[in-house]
């Protein structure tokens, strides 16, 4: 017999889920069965158009005045509808813009034109992680852009587009091949640790590890290991915050140590659904090349370099000029092996639109590029997008989720050309034979082209979810739940066939070999929350609670393979005749965290801001896991006194300060504990275990404290806004390697030192409203940071592993140089001093001079205008600094070589800058050349003035009400005005290539 069970087959679940939708979606109120009789007024539809005096004006609101539930939202043509009465008012707001009242007087058909208002930007709201807040009512630091920025600039990652943008926010591009990476400083370096000043970075609300994801097995293309923070789409982005001091940090506690990058998303507008396609198609070319000698100017160089060796023939090896090689051959080898020009195409399409109480937005993206190498090598990156917000209709309930899901694959060269390209001589063999094989021209050289079958390639596959769920319990209590997930999956490969040796040496695949690396990365984090905000007669309250729990795992494993019968098998380890395995860990990492917010606004003049956070980590030993941060922020807005108010000038006027204590945990997993790694070494065939690292229960959080004070001024109703900030941060308490005896078995044990780490600075930016006319618009906006690093104290530094790395009282990024004393005139040998004149040169002692490579100062200028259609968007970023010179071999060796080396001593009394020409046995010159790359000679002026960025867009004025179409004509680094004589002056990392100048042309169709 059968029975009917209520909670057979989930029945109960499916109806609980149903009760709660129909609850959700219900209204909130039955209607009164009573009725009143009254007069109302004939009810009719408004329609018509809000521009701007030039363009229509999406996702304004349009409301009745004096009635409520009487909304409308205008939609991608700036087009709306409400049903009013004759004698209605409508009230027509947006940011950015002056609000209206326009008196329906019976018209069907209302036209709107909205006026720019300045001093509404004080009413932007401003992301701060968990709250967002005014900008006229925040007590700290945040710099942003918006997607306005971001869209106008052909670049594939999100670091790229804050470049010059923000002060405070250093970046710079550590390679020119596409997929490659930027390094990030907030406000400084604060770790003695490279790898522990990466900022926090956030995408709606998932914290995203900025952890290397590449290996050096495999990366060898790339000056550093290639970085998450590469996967996300820089064309999904409505605006990125950048939070820099303790008020605005303190919150996420031993996270935002080194600064916060807060990510946000596009989001759906309410409006008739919108479809967006943009295309567009481009190239990039290497900015500069090195300026380095022809076959003449070469040939006669290493001819004297013989003479002035007593050599009276050449070696059978010299081929360049002993007749073997083409004497009058000139190939430029950088036009040659990076000359080339790289082809980028983007596709981007969207569709948005919704509700008053939902709205949604769908994109997509696809990007590929090739590289200015030789060869066929292509970067893709594609992904997508979606966001759904919904809300109820008596508006207490809320949900926000987005996801995204980016992919990237790389195919490249494991080797950059850019080494060889500056140093092969002129009249180097052609590279192929007449009939179009690699040219090893009679075993006399490398052919640099048979690294073209030595790939890196890698596939990355990046997931992100995020779900916000709050519910307002009361007008003034609310609740909210923050859901985030993350995953990350990287295969990376690095062959190194048999074909890349010359034939004539017979080497088969029994010599090829394969490097793979294998990361797979997820975590997950929730964040429940409390609201409570209290409307006094004169001050308002604001407090949030809140935790956080998140979890992260993640495995990587490196192999090597060689011995292959077949290089068609090369990528199959099974078909290796030795494999090994590299590295092979599984990390957890595990964080809870308790933290709150109090905020305070007294009458809108007087706020005052209190943030604290308890932080527990897994990656710190028993005793040390959990450690407090806490910072208080405060303003006083002068400018709403009534000593101000009156004021024709001064529009606005704010005092803010901080101080706080941020906390640092970026050490990596297990690092106080006693470990032990596989050392390959068989014992009666069992692979044995060594120690690799000694339990210290003593290892603790780094802390920095930060200190803020600014001042803000608007002024002739914010035409002229401008900020003042000064702030410094002193971090200790720094985890780094701590030497022991040898004794130990062990060179040292992590622990935390007593040293301390200042960055201290002025920041100064401006906005400007130009002209603010109907049909011309001009705004201008400059940043400028002058910084300084210090390390305070280091104990025993003179006897540590450091000795000869930093120096107390000076930055850490610091070189220690030889004193250059010139050429002497008698030897044509470069002198140095002999610091503590014991008639030696020696490292320890006299290699002492401190140069500072960090950026005197540094920031942006960019301006936009518009006139009518056309809009003109561009930016020069310039930085002041010291770098190091390109480091080259003798002049004379079997290299090529700058051309001002021309300029060198050739007999007794000459004076010249460069010593005499050697071809290598001068052991004196060869010795003191290499000094001379270590001295104070080798620091050069690399500060330069550079056109970042330009757009140019030109709406098409179509007569279709439903379609918009834009063309935009893009360049990236397109011009550079410097000093600098060795190449690109932002990048100065030795054979790897440089940024690339890029230029695109587009169209964009929105209906």
């Known amino acids: 017999m059968n ?31 009573k009725r009143h009789f009254k007069f109302t007024p004939r009810q009719f539809q408004v329609n018509g158009t809000v521009t701007d005096g030039s363009s229509p004006l999406p996702g304004v609101t349009i409301a ?99 470049q010059g943008r923000m002060a405070g926010v250093s970046i710079t591009q550590t390679t020119g091949v596409p997929g490659g990476g930027f390094d990030i400083k907030i406000r400084g370096q604060n770790s003695l640790r490279s790898d522990a000043n990466s900022p926090l970075y956030i995408i709606d609300g998932v914290p995203i590890s900025s952890d290397p994801i590449g290996s050096s097995y495999t990366g060898t293309t790339f000056p550093t290991l290639v970085s998450p923070i590469n996967s996300i789409n820089p064309d999904a982005i409505e605006s990125i915050e950048v939070l820099k001091d303790a008020d605005a940090t303190s919150i996420y506690g031993s996270r935002g140590a080194n600064g916060v990058v807060l990510i946000t998303t596009r989001k759906g507008k309410a409006g008739k659904t919108k479809f967006n396609v943009s295309a567009s198609t481009g190239t990039g070319r290497v900015t500069k090349f090195l300026n380095l000698m022809n076959t003449d100017q070469y040939l006669a160089v290493r001819r004297q370099a013989f003479i ?36 980028i195409n983007d596709l981007q399409a969207s569709v948005s639109g919704g509700s008053n109480n939902t709205q949604f937005l769908l994109n997509g993206s696809y990007h590929t590029e090739t590289n200015v190498f030789p060869g066929q090598f292509r970067y893709k990156k594609g992904g997508s997008n979606f966001s759904l917000n919904h809300k109820s209709e008596d508006e207490k309930f809320s949900l926000n989720f987005s996801a995204g899901f980016n992919s990237q694959d790389n195919n490249l060269p494991s080797y950059d050309f850019t080494s060889d390209a500056r140093n092969l001589p002129p009249n180097a063999p052609a590279l192929y034979t007449p009939d179009g094989n690699l040219n090893w021209e009679n075993n006399t050289w490398q052919n640099p082209l048979r690294n073209l079958n030595t790939k890196a390639e890698s596939a990355i596959n990046d997931l992100t979810g995020n779900a916000v769920l709050s519910y307002a319990l009361t007008g003034e209590l609310s609740v909210k739940g923050n859901f985030g997930f993350t995953y990350l999956d990287n295969t990376e490969t690095r062959i190194v066939p048999s074909t890349i040796y010359n034939p004539a040496f017979n080497v088969g695949p029994s010599q090829s070999s394969i490097f793979t690396n294998d990361v797979n990365r997820s ?41 292959f019968t077949s290089n068609s098998l090369i990528y199959n380890l099974a078909a290796a005749k030795t494999v090994r395995v590299l590295l092979d860990e599984e990390t957890l990492y595990k964080y809870q965290a308790f933290f709150g917010r109090i905020n305070f606004n007294y009458q809108q003049k007087y706020i005052a801001n209190l943030t604290a956070r308890r932080d527990g980590s897994s990656r710190f030993g028993p005793g040390n896991q959990f450690a407090n941060f806490g910072a208080l922020g405060f303003a006083w807005l002068f400018s709403n006194e009534k000593f101000t108010q009156n004021s024709r000038w001064l529009s606005f006027g704010k005092i803010r300060g901080s101080y ?231 002049a004379g060796t079997m290299s090529n070589k700058h051309v001002r080396l021309l300029d060198s001593w050739s007999s007794q009394g000459d004076t010249g800058p460069y010593q005499i020409y050697t071809a290598g046995f001068n052991s004196s010159a060869v010795t003191a050349n290499s000094l001379f790359n270590q001295s104070t000679a080798s620091i050069t002026d690399a500060s330069f003035i550079r056109l970042k960025n330009i757009a140019l867009s030109y709406k098409l004025p179509l007569s279709l009400n439903d379609m918009q179409c834009t063309i935009m004509l893009q360049g990236q680094n397109l011009l550079t005005f410097t000093r600098y004589d060795d190449g690109d002056p932002e990048f100065t990392t030795y054979g790897y290539l440089p940024p690339l100048k890029v230029i695109t042309a587009g169209i964009q169709l929105t209906f």
């Open 523 to 563: 975590s997950w984090i929730v964040e429940p929350q409390i609201n409570w905000i209290k409307q006094l007669k004169d001050a308002k309250i604001d407090v949030l609670v809140g935790s956080t729990f998140q979890s992260q795992h993640g495995t990587k494993i490196s192999n090597f393979g060689s011995g």
């Open 3 to 33: 029975y009917f069970s209520f909670y057979k087959d989930g029945r109960a679940l499916c109806c609980l889920i149903f009760m709660g939708i129909t609850l959700a979606f219900s209204s909130t109120h039955a209607a009164s069965s």
């Open 660 to 890: 706080g204590t941020t906390g640092n945990d970026q050490i990596g997993d297990y690092q106080f504990f006693d470990t032990y790694s596989v050392n390959g070494v068989l014992y009666n065939g069992i692979s044995g275990l060594s120690p690799t690292r000694l339990f210290n229960s003593d290892f603790g959080w780094e802390t920095n404290k930060k200190l803020e004070a600014a001042l803000e001024l608007g002024f002739f109703k914010d035409r002229i806004f401008t900020t003042v900030e000064w702030y410094q941060n002193k971090s200790s308490n720094q985890l780094v390697g701590i030497p022991l005896p040898g004794t130990t078995g062990f060179s040292s044990m992590q622990a935390n030192l007593d040293a301390v780490v200042q960055n201290r600075g002025f920041e100064f930016t401006v906005r400007t409203v130009n002209f603010n006319s109907g049909n011309f618009n001009w705004t201008t906006s400059f940043n400028l940071t002058v910084a300084k690093n210090k390390l305070l104290s280091f104990p025993n530094l003179a006897s540590s592993t450091y000795s000869q790395q930093y120096r107390v009282g000076q930055p850490l990024n610091i070189q220690l140089l030889y004193k250059f004393n010139g050429v002497n005139p008698q030897t044509g040998i470069y002198k140095f001093e002999d610091l503590n004149k014991d008639g030696l040169l020696t490292a320890a002692e006299d290699r002492q001079i401190i140069a500072d490579l960090n950026p005197k100062f540094y920031g942006g200028l960019q301006n936009r205008l518009a006139y009518k259609g056309v809009s003109l968007d561009f930016l020069f970023q310039f930085v002041s600094k010291d770098s190091k010179a390109y480091s080259m071999s003798s």
């Open 64 to 162: 009745i005045k004096n009635k409520v539930n009487s909304t409308a939202i205008s939609d991608y043509s700036g087009q709306y509808s409400i049903t009013a009465s004759p004698s209605d008012t409508l009230i027509v707001s947006f940011i950015g813009f002056k609000t209206s009242y326009i008196p329906v007087n019976r018209r069907k058909i209302v036209d709107v034109k909205l006026l720019y208002d300045t001093t509404t930007l004080q009413e932007v709201r401003v992301n701060a992680g968990y709250y967002s807040v005014k900008e006229s009512d925040r007590t700290g630091s945040i710099a942003r852009i918006t997607s306005k920025d971001i869209e106008n600039q052909p670049v594939t990652n999100v670091l790229a587009t804050m």
């Open 308 to 343: 002035n060796d007593g050599r009276t023939a050449y070696g059978a090896t010299d081929y360049d000029i002993n007749g073997i090689w083409d004497q009058n051959r000139y190939t430029d080898w950088q036009k040659e092996l990076i000359g080339g020009t790289s082809l």
